[in-house]
């Protein structure tokens, strides 16, 4: 797999999953993830999904989604 050989950082493996977001989306989170120093979005929304990062609930964001 593309990730065969690198180290295990959790305590668990991983393994793909597919999301939908726009072509902006996706390159924001690109640009994200090298800009905090991530190793790619994967571990990014790892971060996410673990917690790590405060996420603003969507009643206090200004846009519809």
Do not use: C, F
Not at 20 to 27: F, G, I, L, P
Not at 34 to 41: E, Q, T
Not at 42 to 49: A, H, P, V, Y
Request: aromatic letters at 8%; a negative charge.
């Amino acid at each position: 797999t593309y990730h065969e050989g690198r180290p295990t950082v959790w305590d668990e493996s991983t393994k793909a999953h597919g999301i939908s977001v726009t072509d902006s989306a996706w390159n924001g989170l690109k640009q994200l993830s090298r800009d905090r120093g991530y190793r790619s979005i994967s571990d990014l929304i790892e971060i996410i999904g673990r917690s790590y990062i405060e996420i603003p609930e969507k009643k206090d964001l200004d846009i519809q989604i």
